[in-house]
């Protein structure tokens, strides 16, 4: 094992991977930016490194004051947590030229998934659904035209190396695929440096899922089921859950087997969640492989038992996964909501500032994986995510009473924060009777104006 690892983030998820390594005997170094010089999470690792001003080009984001750190505390390895540095083939280098165990896939491996043309290939050939469309990139407008009328509109544009919602562009009809794509293009290339775009299916109604897996360095992979983040707005998942409700189980097994042979084909080491988007028929069809582990890791850990970012670390040290595949049960529902500082009555502008009441759920079944205390100010530089607040139960329904009573305890004041949002959707019929689509939350808040 490990003697001393660095985490590359900030946060909750900073939190999240110094108790790991804690309980795994390990010494947890963090670094911070001044915005996050009073963070009391600072002192629960063994050694904190500031590593410049707030802004994360500054700090998070530069890999060289990173690296810088990670010598001075004589590091064995670097956790980079989610987002940041976390999906970056040059990351993964930089350390393996460091000599510093990156803890995630390797630099070959995150790029062969990270991207989406490359991916969509390496899917196919590993026998999982992805949606009908080019096989590669597209160039011209006339092999555009092709592709749609083969596979019907709407179709969606998208950029090879996009990410976080952005570098898409739906089209309905083939005058907007045409005035699209060249624009398009050149749009992916000033945003990612890379033109290349393609075209897929685009699905109106779907249902998100995704499957969480495990590869190590031994060459063994699985999976530890799936998860269902249809809650979303504007792409960004608020409620994650796990099982999926209302989807047949024999389907569910079938992509989760297709990703556990995907990121072995790959010889991936780490945790990987492969996402599928599901349409009406239950057919599903793989959009992405996330390289690192998840925000909303908790509600698999509920119900698999298994810790996934001790995992990750272990993986990462060179040992087996303790777990053959049939070792993996279900056990019970679990929910997650996004507690994030954004005022859902005001078309959630961030709400940064500072919070004076601090009070947290507790109780059976109930798990809050956050940074925050009372006194703690919420910094404007990041994401406004502040608490995840996690719930168990032996099923969907008492998961949901659950989650209501354990809403009902959280008080954050005097910021705003999506709670409201939450005690409101854990009443709503839709999203009890299971099954909601990615756009049902923005349907239901335009409802409500
Ligand atoms: P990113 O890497 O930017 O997150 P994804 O490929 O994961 O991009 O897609 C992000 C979101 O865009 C999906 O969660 C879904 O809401 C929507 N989307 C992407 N592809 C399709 C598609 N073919 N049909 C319908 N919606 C899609």
Not at 5 to 29: D, K, M, Q
Not at 45 to 56: L, S, T, Y
Request: proline share 5%; aromatic share 6%.
């Amino acid at each position: 094992m490990f003697k001393r690892i660095l985490i590359a983030n900030r946060g909750e998820i900073a939190l999240r991977i110094i108790r790991a390594c804690h309980e795994l005997g390990v010494e947890a170094v963090c670094v911070y930016s001044t915005a996050d010089k009073e963070a009391p999470y600072l002192r629960q690792a063994d050694r904190a490194i500031c590593i410049g001003p707030g802004p994360a080009k500054e700090s998070y984001l530069n890999i060289s004051r990173i690296i810088a750190a990670a010598e001075i505390a004589d590091v064995d390895a670097i956790h980079p947590g989610y987002g940041f540095l976390s999906e970056r083939p040059d990351f993964s280098q930089a350390c393996r030229d460091c000599k510093i165990e990156f803890i995630g896939p390797s630099p070959e491996a995150m790029g062969k998934l990270g991207d989406k043309v490359e991916c969509k290939r390496t899917a196919r050939a590993a026998g999982v659904p992805v949606f009908p469309g080019s096989d590669g990139a597209v160039e011209e407008e006339e092999e555009a035209i092709r592709i749609a009328s083969e596979i019907g509109f709407p179709v969606i544009i998208k950029a090879s190396a996009g990410g976080g919602g952005r570098g898409m562009r739906v089209c309905h009809n083939e005058a907007t695929l045409r005035s699209s794509i060249k624009q398009a293009q050149q749009e992916a290339s000033a945003a990612f440096g890379n033109g290349a775009v393609f075209i897929e299916k685009f699905l109106e109604h779907a249902r998100h899922v995704e499957v969480q897996c495990l590869g190590d360095k031994h060459g063994n992979a699985i999976h530890l089921w799936e998860r269902d983040c249809s809650m979303q707005r504007r792409h960004q998942k608020i409620i994650e859950e796990a099982p999926a409700p209302n989807i047949d189980r024999t389907k569910l097994q079938v992509i989760c087997e297709g990703a556990a042979r995907l990121i072995k084909s790959v010889n991936y080491h780490g945790a990987a969640t492969c996402e599928f988007l599901m349409d009406g028929k239950q057919n599903f069809y793989m959009l992405e492989v996330n390289t690192r582990v998840q925000v909303e890791h908790p509600v698999t850990e509920m119900i698999t038992g298994v810790d996934i970012v001790k995992m990750s670390i272990m993986i990462a040290a060179g040992m087996p996964i303790p777990y053959k595949q049939s070792d993996i049960s279900v056990r019970g529902h679990a929910m997650e909501c996004r507690i994030n500082a954004e005022d859902p009555d005001k078309n959630f502008r961030p709400s940064a500032g500072q919070i004076k009441t601090f009070e947290a759920p507790g109780g059976p079944g109930v798990r809050m994986d956050t940074h925050v205390v009372p006194g703690y100010t919420v910094p404007a530089n990041y994401d406004s995510m502040i608490a995840k607040l996690i719930v168990h139960a032996d099923d969907r329904e008492q998961c949901i009473s659950r989650m209501t009573r354990a809403l009902g305890e959280l008080h954050i004041e005097p910021i705003k924060t999506l709670t409201p949002l939450h005690q409101r959707l854990m009443e709503n019929a839709g999203f009890r009777e299971g099954g909601i689509d990615i756009h049902y939350l923005e349907r239901l808040l335009k409802s409500l104006t």
